[in-house]
């Protein structure tokens, strides 16, 4: 190509990208105005003021200004340096991008104290609240299934080791935040690590799959919601997941993608009853593997989660009286009273399923959806046959399944649905270095001006 030619192929994509731009920013007033407009006319009920922010309070967190240089120094570090780094520093730069991130917050407890114990509305709502209430877990685990509907807004939806997670690691007679703040914090940025395997197994080079994992990092919804969130915690176990499947699709059956998909599959389906995305995620890849390389790799190994979850339960409904099935239709219930949305309030029903999809494209940022929608990634037809693409559509199939079923009534998907974040970056492999700086650097001035000017205490 010459370079007249190269310079309007260039011109095009820019432009490309640019209107896609302008698109979404119109689309988003667009509904954020329908959605003031209809509730004033008593259509609306349940969904945000400020759509689709679900849980967001404007707020100048001018505290945190000082921590703004340190992120930008460190984004300069993670674009310049990116090609001598091993997966360990990259781990290392890319959790000080999320810590450092979450200080903009204002602080200290501003980022990492008061999701743990912070009210909501005034009331107590976290999990630690009801693991403060718990005398010998035990005897409480025997009688969750007795006293679910009586715990707080966030523990009676989920599992009971979401609750007991918290119950282990608080100290027994002064409680000290830091012993539940800071693993999880550790474990949580774990995805960024486990993302940048992912894309080493889908044979990208290291110089690249470091970029991808630092842009991971900086994304919106990652750097936010990783600092002491369950949902992160949750991520990453989901995240292990993804690398096991990634693994089973490119290398054949081994010990590690298995293993990597059972505790994977485990941790994540102890802690939330949104891991059966999990499963609903490795039948559509399985089914594709089935049909593309003629392999059963990905639903055998699905099939070992299955018996090894299920024997699990079993133990636990012998020895401690849990049942698991009980509490998940309990939480079903206790998260649509009203029945079905679309058939009591088909309205809300319609806008909280646009809510739900526009908060993760809104925290995957702006100019990564603009990217997306643009020219440059060549999202053809003939690159879902490979398993990034493959992959990142399996993901995005379940989940809007998912919503249209009626999950997530609530919103809050940025958070509750992080572990989508993973497959959504996959398709930015196709890009070039120059592009995935460019996209680090946009993602991150997206990140610091959310953690700037808005709070997200939920």
């Not at 058939?343 to 999809?357: I, N």
Request: charged residues 15%; contains cysteine.
């Amino acid at each position: 190509m010459n370079p007249g030619n190269e310079k309007t192929s260039v011109d095009k994509i820019l432009r490309s990208e640019f209107r896609a731009g302008l698109i979404i920013l119109a689309v988003w007033a667009l509904l954020a105005e329908l959605t003031v407009i209809l509730k004033r006319a008593g259509v609306l009920f349940d969904v945000p003021d400020i759509f689709p922010l679900s849980v967001f309070s404007p707020a100048l967190n001018w505290q945190g200004l000082p921590y703004l240089a340190a992120f930008a120094a460190l984004i300069t570090v993670a674009v310049r340096f990116h090609k001598q780094c091993g997966p360990v520093v990259i781990l290392f730069i890319g959790t000080t991008i999320v810590l450092v991130g979450n200080l903009m917050q204002g602080g200290i407890d501003e980022a990492f104290y008061r999701p743990i114990y912070g009210a909501y509305h005034g009331l107590p709502a976290q999990y630690f609240h009801d693991a403060s209430r718990i005398p010998n877990w035990r005897d409480w685990l025997a009688s969750f299934n007795q006293i679910q509907s009586h715990l707080q807004i966030h523990g009676r939806t989920h599992p009971p080791f979401a609750i007991l997670v918290h119950y282990f690691l608080m100290g027994r007679k002064t409680v000290l935040f830091e012993t539940i703040a800071f693993p999880f914090i550790l474990f949580s940025c774990l995805s960024i690590l486990w993302v940048w395997q992912i894309f080493r197994a889908a044979g990208i080079d290291k110089a690249k799959s470091n970029l991808l994992a630092l842009f991971f990092a900086c994304l919106p919804a990652v750097n936010i919601y990783s600092a002491v969130s369950l949902d992160a915690v949750i991520a990453s176990f989901c995240a292990l997941f993804m690398l096991g499947i990634a693994l089973l699709a490119t290398r054949g059956i081994g010990v590690r993608g298995v293993l990597c998909c059972a505790i994977g599959f485990t941790g994540a389906n102890l802690l939330t009853f949104g891991g059966v995305f999990l499963a609903a995620f490795a039948v559509a890849l399985g089914a594709w593997q089935v049909w593309r390389m003629r392999r059963w790799n990905i639903l055998i190994a699905l099939a070992i989660c299955l018996v090894f979850f299920a024997a699990i339960l079993a133990a636990m409904l012998k020895f401690w009286h849990y049942d698991h099935i009980c509490a998940f239709l309990t939480a079903s219930r206790l998260e649509n009273t009203e029945g079905f949305l679309a058939f009591v309030r088909p309205a809300d029903y319609v806008w909280t399923r646009l809510e739900d999809v526009c908060e993760i494209a809104l925290f995957l940022g702006i100019p990564t959806l603009a990217v997306l929608a643009g020219r440059r990634l060549n999202l053809t037809r003939a690159g879902f046959r490979d398993f990034p693409l493959a992959a990142t559509a399996a993901g995005v199939i379940v989940i809007v399944a998912m919503f249209l079923a009626g999950a997530y009534c609530t919103g809050e998907t940025a958070r509750a649905c992080l572990f989508l974040y993973p497959l959504l970056v996959l398709p930015f492999a196709r890009a070039d270095e120059r592009t995935l700086r460019a996209l680090l650097i946009a993602a991150a001035a997206q990140t610091a001006i959310m953690q700037l000017f808005g709070d997200y205490f939920w």
